[in-house]
């Protein structure tokens, strides 16, 4: 499976914003907010080698890759997208310049790489026609 399907496959569940939180909130020092306005929100998202987040939530989005990662993904109550129904974490590689679609849901994040992690995030804020 190819890491833009694996990465779409984890990302693809529903989840309530109660359950996790907005990143730019509760995250600040990975997420930093880069334009909004009523159809979106762009996000800057950087992590150092090593570092993670909390759980937190994102809407459906596009995804645009600024450098090689490989993250790791551990998500609430041991639910996971239908790629992984018997755990709790997954890894996934993404190349630079790869551009995805990601669905709604929460995550914990987790940089498993010796170099940055970098890529902005465009979240959905109008429904899809």
């Given amino acids: 499976m190819r890491p833009v399907t694996l990465l779409l496959s984890l990302l693809v569940f ?17 997420y930093k907010l880069e334009f909004e306005n009523e159809h ?24 645009v890759f600024l450098v090689d990662q490989k993250v790791q993904f551990t998500f609430p109550n041991g639910e996971t997208a239908e790629t992984f129904p018997n755990g709790e974490t997954a890894e996934v590689e993404t190349k630079a310049g790869e ?9 914990l994040p987790k940089n498993l790489t010796e170099g940055p992690l970098e890529l902005i995030l465009v979240e959905m804020k109008t429904p899809s026609r």
């Fill in 99 to 107: 551009t995805i679609w990601t669905e709604a849901g929460p995550h």
């Fill in 40 to 63: 979106v929100r762009v996000i800057r998202i950087t992590y150092g080698p090593g570092e993670e987040s909390v759980m937190h939530y994102h809407p459906a989005a596009v995804a």
């Fill in 14 to 30: 529903a989840a309530s914003p109660a359950v996790a939180q907005d990143p730019i909130v509760v995250d600040s020092k990975h």
